[in-house]
């Protein structure tokens, strides 16, 4: 079955500069790959997520890139704001499987003053 | 309704109580899913379900915990003569699923204490 790692499991990074957190995942079959974040003591939220026919995808200071050949996809955050704060799940998924995700392990992301 | 609805919020039960755990999806979702997480953990999947049909029930711990969905929106999860252990953060979701796409939605959750 599909198993996703993520790395690092905490991140801390300078307010401004820009944060990559990385996943891998093991099934080639998978074809949709979300992120959610996590602010303490509340919901995981969808920020992004990409499908298995698009390489890079941006929204505003987050991007989202996918290596199929490789089978790793990364989060990148630009100029860091200390709302950033949270931790990050990836997650992988397939249509075949019914979109049913199977998560990585998080990230906590902290943000610097 | 506008997004997932669980109720409720916060739950303290005696040891070897049963409770039950209601999630409002949001409609038209095809897809509902049941988690716990611990606090620091991710998500850990207890079960899910395609409409009112159980699709996959493998990560429910034992059999004091079961999931029901009735009539395709509603569903509940009971715990049946809780322990100490049970006591977490459960999550529903939500998704169109199927062709509709795989983002899930989260509820804020019901957060179990077992004393």
């Known amino acids: 079955g599909e198993n996703v790692e993520q790395h690092p499991s905490t991140l801390s990074v300078q307010e401004g500069d820009s944060a990559v957190i990385k996943c891998t995942y093991s099934?080639?079959?998978?074809?949709?790959f979300p992120w959610y974040k996590q602010e303490l003591g509340k919901r995981p939220q969808l920020i992004i997520d990409i499908r298995s026919n698009v390489g890079e995808k941006k929204d505003q200071r987050i991007a989202v890139t996918l290596n199929k050949t490789a089978k790793h996809f990364s989060l990148h955050i630009t100029e860091t704001q200390p709302e950033d704060s949270a931790v990050y799940f990836c997650?992988?998924?397939?249509?075949?499987?019914?979109?049913?995700?199977?998560w990585g392990a998080g990230t906590k992301l902290i943000i610097k003053p | 309704g506008a997004g997932v609805s669980q109720s409720p919020r916060y739950k303290v039960t005696k040891r070897g109580q049963d409770v039950a755990l209601r999630c409002d999806p949001i409609?038209?979702?095809?897809?509902l899913y049941w988690y716990r997480q611990a606090l620091g953990q991710g998500p850990e999947f207890l079960t899910y379900?395609?409409?009112?049909?159980?699709?996959?029930k493998s990560g429910l711990p034992n059999d004091r915990f079961s999931a029901e969905r009735p009539e395709g929106s509603i569903s509940t999860l009971t715990i049946q003569r809780t322990e100490q252990r049970d006591s977490a953060m459960y999550r529903c979701a939500s998704s169109l699923g199927g062709t509709g796409g795989g983002g899930y939605t989260f509820g804020s959750g019901t957060r179990l204490t077992v004393v």
């Open positions: 997650a992988a998924s397939m249509r075949d499987s019914n979109y049913q995700l199977i």
């Open positions: 379900f395609n409409y009112e049909a159980q699709q996959d």
């Open positions: 409609s038209g979702h095809v897809s």
């Open positions: 099934d080639s079959a998978s074809n949709y």
